[in-house]
């Protein structure tokens, strides 16, 4: 496993994101995990949301729509491994699995906030851009009015 491209996501964000792929390719499995913790902590910090600790700035993405319920969840679970590392509690070890999880919530809350929108916008973009409409803007409506 090298890095991995994170095409719509901003690139300060996109960089730590394929730096955390990349420690887990040497099993720097810790540094994946610390990475993948600041990623989610960024994204919160791009979107707006730069007050109080992580928790909060992940419970706010959730209220703000950009995040589903349970991914919120999950992003506390990264956060709660996370901060262990991050606060100097190496006591626990962590495994390549705790890692390959840590990798796959960041990627779903990447996907969720900016590449799931922006696939969105190019493939509404596309199509409007070929004159295409959507079959039920085709319909007429019961009223006789489209």
């Known amino acids: 496993m ?3 491209n994170f095409p719509d996501v901003p690139e300060h ?3 730590a994101a394929d730096e955390a792929y990349r420690c887990r390719s ?3 499995l810790r540094g994946a995990i610390l990475l993948a913790r600041g990623v989610v902590e960024a994204t919160a910090k791009e ?3 730069d007050k109080g600790m992580l ?3 992940i419970e ?3 209220a703000e729509g950009d995040i589903r319920g349970f991914t919120k969840e ?8 996370g901060n262990d590392m991050a606060h100097g509690d190496f006591v626990n070890d962590v495994d390549a699995d705790d890692a390959d999880e840590v990798l796959d919530v960041m990627t779903e ?12 916008n190019r493939m509404k973009t596309k199509r409007e851009g070929q004159g295409q409409t959507s079959n039920r803007s085709q319909i007429p409506s019961a009223s006789g009015t489209g």
Do not use: C, D, M, T
């Open 2 to 4: 090298n890095g991995k």
């Open 60 to 62: 706010a993405l959730h």
């Open 47 to 49: 979107r707006g949301i």
């Open 13 to 15: 964000i996109a960089s």
């Open 55 to 57: 928790h909060a700035k």
């Open 109 to 120: 809350i990447l996907s969720e906030v900016y590449q799931g929108p922006a696939r969105v």
């Open 26 to 28: 040497i099993n720097a």
């Open 74 to 81: 999950a992003a506390h679970e990264l956060r709660y491994l």
